[in-house]
């Protein structure tokens, strides 16, 4: 079944750690996103990506990274948690379209606390 | 820039009531895409209704309509027949010619649906 997963769902972790958020989907999709959402808030995009070895900052400044090495993985990275950092981050994927009308399909989330 | 405008942070309805959920945007496009999304507590965020700007008919989708004022630049969402599975946080977002597909958020409303 096509759809869009992401890993761990929840995860706490103390200050300094290196961690890797996974986001993978089975769709096919050439555009992939990770939104950061605070409990109750808007979501924000902090990165995309349009293709392989396409990866951009979005709106929001985050200390995080990412990478596209293929087509269907999309993780995140954060080297060294801070408290700031805690917060719901959220994955999603498009088809290619330029307009942009195209339905993104959203993973699960995963809720990231950080002591 | 593009802003997202949701000013009710929580509505509530009476099962098998109609409710509308209001959102404002503020664009300098003319070729733009709006959205409402649905985010359930803990499950995945859905794609509820979309509608394209240079579309003056209303788009439906089975009991979820929208009522766009282009001029106005408003974008609500009607809700008609509630059932207890609407309740979630809906969340109005936009898309623009110069966004390429990156969707910009309102702050999110909060519906409540009462048996």
């Known amino acids: 079944e096509a759809d869009i997963y992401q890993t761990p769902r929840y995860l706490v972790i103390g200050t300094g750690k290196k961690i890797t958020l996974e986001c993978s989907q089975t769709?096919?999709?050439?555009?992939m996103y990770w939104y950061q959402q605070d409990p109750g808030m808007e979501l924000h995009l902090i990165h995309y990506?349009?293709?392989?070895?396409?990866?951009e900052k979005g709106d929001l400044s985050s200390e995080s990274t990412v990478s596209r090495i293929r087509t269907e993985h999309f993780p995140l990275t954060l080297e060294s948690a801070r408290p700031s950092h805690t917060s719901q981050y959220l994955c999603?994927?498009?088809?290619?379209?330029?307009?942009?009308?195209?339905?993104?399909?959203f993973g699960p989330g995963t809720r990231l606390t950080v002591l | 820039a593009q802003t997202v405008t949701q000013s009710q942070p929580e509505m509530s309805v009476q099962e098998a009531e109609t409710v509308t959920l209001s959102c404002t945007y503020d664009t300098s496009e003319s070729d733009y895409y709006l959205f409402w999304y649905k985010q359930p507590p803990s499950r995945q965020m859905i794609l509820v209704i979309r509608?394209?700007?240079?579309?003056?008919q209303n788009a439906t989708e089975n009991r979820f309509s929208v009522n766009f004022q282009k001029a106005a630049k408003s974008f609500s969402l009607k809700i008609s027949d509630s059932q207890l599975g609407d309740a979630a946080m809906y969340f109005c977002a936009y898309t623009g010619s110069s966004n390429t597909g990156k969707l910009i958020f309102g702050q999110g409303t909060t519906l409540q649906v009462k048996p």
């Open positions: 509608q394209e700007a240079y579309k003056q």
């Open positions: 999603a994927s498009s088809e290619f379209e330029n307009s942009g009308r195209n339905e993104q399909f």
């Open positions: 990506s349009y293709g392989v070895n396409s990866t």
């Open positions: 769709m096919g999709h050439d555009k």
